[in-house]
């Protein structure tokens, strides 16, 4: 949990037996969780990558996203920003209806390879087998 809604939370006082709250985790531990859970609820961007390419439902609680091919493409919805909007998305993933997604065409790991294609085929004078 990020230490400001950790704050948050300690002073509404409550508690949920069904969360279980951590301490922030980091990068590799964090994608290990979310590629193990059955779908991650967030208001980042960020993370919607990661569950778009490891085919993992997410629910994203913002009005908006700068990142809409993981919508039109992945396996991101957009909630909204009332928590209230989460039961329909709940039922769609219980009963087995949530979109399947694909991985967009260039979310590959081939970035550098194809920037330093680019870089040389400019005619830089960067010799690739150098880099």
């Given at each position: ?9 300690k ?16 990068y ?8 193990h859970?059955?779908?991650v ?9 990661e ?16 990142r ?38 260039f ?13 040389v ?11």
């Amino acid at each position: 949990m990020h230490p400001r809604t950790a704050k948050v939370l300690k002073k509404i006082d409550k508690s949920y037996h069904h969360l279980h709250l951590i301490e922030p985790l980091g990068y590799l531990e964090f994608n290990f969780l979310v590629e193990h859970c059955m779908a991650v609820i967030t208001d980042s961007g960020g993370i919607t990558e990661e569950t778009a390419v490891m085919g993992i439902p997410c629910m994203t609680l913002r009005d908006n996203t700068e990142r809409p091919e993981t919508i039109s493409m992945g396996t991101n919805e957009l909630v909204e920003t009332n928590p209230k909007a989460i039961g329909p998305y709940f039922e769609k993933l219980i009963a087995g209806k949530w979109k399947k997604g694909i991985i967009p065409e260039f979310w590959d790991g081939k970035a550098a390879e194809r920037i330093i294609d680019k870089i040389v085929k400019m005619g830089n004078v960067i010799n690739k087998d150098e880099l």
